[in-house]
């Protein structure tokens, strides 16, 4: 009987791995396919603009992302298994006031750069955008619903973008593009909660915790602050040298046609995130149940045998997807752009350092040590801010590509530093005592 449940404990496993890593893979459709078709059907300054607005949202979706749909990867597994409902609940309210807040401190900045937007898609894209993360980190990590409802979250939102994209291919434009990628997420988000609503996910059995509404809701405010706390301040800095990268490029003078180019190319080899995104989404709550029923287990281990069970396969990925990014370019950008194969090199090598940093990163989040994030960003954006602005100034649009790289390779070094400071030597003097 043991045996059997085993197997059949394991089999789920793999099964829900197999159900993450298809949920990603259509969510990095979605994001590669969207870049895609607009930057082939839309002028190159109706592009450029769409990009100058995604980059902008994307300040509040990393802010929200940060603070509310990360820590759920954690917090949900360790400390809210008893009322879920009421956690989830909680997250989605404050999700949308927040959004809404800091929506309209980015239009103000967006309106700065002279992009003609309503202030409505400004805040309607982020609040779907966040919701839509919230819901599915939840579909991940409270092991309560069947994954195959993110799979099909992802299949109609990339269904419903296409489509639209797709019957409006001879006229469109940035607020067509806008209407779109809005009319999608409404759609996929709206899946998500009728499928919560049928399950009664939201159903709350305040009883469990002998205290009132009020109280709860602080506890999980508070738990939320003390996990993302320096990620959050440090997701300024990851905005900063990620999306900013974009908006101080076009404050130095790089042409639509330079920013698009980039922006192309880092999109095709963005791939790479589906396996990027769905490692994190499998193995911080994997580790998060570990350390809880193990608390004094060694956390390297775990470490450890992911780089032994996975490097070759990642430098394979990584040459894989060089080769793929080379003739997509070629065969769909090479007459528009002209020769993309420095920026698929620089970017490739981002993409590799990614990979090589996700288990560290994720050992450091599962423990619940995060400032080391704040860290790191900061000295990523500090990097772009005084060392990229002279390459961009000096290189034009591959100066762009190589200030990433910079701000990547220190942030690395960052986590690698404190990873080695808070988990190995940590061990080392457990041991000792």
């Keep these: 009987m043991m045996i059997k449940r085993f197997y059949s404990a394991l089999s789920n496993m793999m099964v829900n791995k197999y159900l993450l890593f298809l ?7 979605f994001n590669f396919g969207s870049i895609f078709a607009l930057s082939r059907l839309a002028p190159v300054n109706e592009f450029g603009s769409y990009i100058i607005f995604i980059s902008s949202i994307n300040f509040v979706f990393i802010f929200s992302t940060f603070f509310l749909s990360a820590p759920i990867l954690v917090l949900l597994p360790k400390k ?13 309210g404050t999700n949308l006031i927040l959004n809404v807040l800091l929506s309209l401190v980015c239009f103000f900045f967006l309106d700065l750069t002279g992009e003609e937007v309503k202030p409505q898609y400004v805040i309607i894209a982020p609040i779907l955008l966040c919701t839509f993360d919230i819901l599915k980190k939840y579909l991940f990590s409270s092991y309560s619903l069947n994954l195959s409802h993110a799979v099909i979250a992802s299949f109609l939102l990339n269904a419903f973008y296409f489509i639209g994209i797709y019957f409006y291919r001879a006229q469109i434009d940035f607020i067509i593009s806008l209407n779109v990628f809005v009319a999608a997420l409404f759609v996929a988000n709206l899946y998500l909660l009728c499928v919560f609503g049928v399950f009664k996910v939201f159903k709350t059995e305040l009883s469990y915790f002998k205290t009132t509404t009020r109280v709860i809701y602080q506890q999980i405010i508070t738990q939320h602050f003390n996990y993302s706390k320096w990620i959050i301040i440090g997701g300024i800095g990851f905005w900063g040298y990620s999306q900013g990268l974009f908006i101080m490029s076009k404050s130095l003078n790089i042409s639509d046609f330079g920013i ?7 999109n095709i080899l963005g791939i790479i995130n589906i396996f990027i995104i769905s490692i994190e989404n499998y193995y911080i709550p994997f580790f998060a149940n570990y350390i809880k029923e193990n608390p004094n287990s ?3 281990v ?7 069970d996975n490097y070759k396969k990642v430098f394979i990925l990584i040459l894989l997807a060089f080769v793929f990014s080379v003739i997509v370019y070629d065969l769909f950008y090479g007459t528009k752009y002209g020769s993309g194969v420095l920026l698929i090199m620089i970017f490739s090598l981002v993409q590799l350092l990614l990979l090589f940093i996700r288990p560290i990163s994720i050992s450091l989040k599962a ?10 960003h900061g000295v990523a954006f500090a990097v772009m801010v005084s060392f990229g602005a002279f390459v961009i100034s000096t290189y034009g649009y591959v100066g762009m590509a190589l200030s990433f790289l910079l701000s990547n ?16 030597k940590n061990k080392v003097r457990e041991a000792v005592k």
């Design 23 to 29: 949920d990603q893979a259509l969510y990095a459709l």
């Design 80 to 92: 809210w298994k008893g009322n879920k409902g009421f956690y989830i609940s909680s997250i989605l």
């Design 260 to 266: 698009s180019k980039v922006r192309t190319i880092q």
């Design 298 to 300: 060694k956390l390297d």
């Design 302 to 308: 775990l470490v450890k045998k992911l780089y032994r």
């Design 367 to 376: 423990i619940e040590v995060t400032y080391p994030f704040f860290i790191a």
């Design 409 to 424: 390779i220190s942030y690395s070094l960052i986590l690698v530093y404190f990873y080695r400071k808070k988990v190995i």
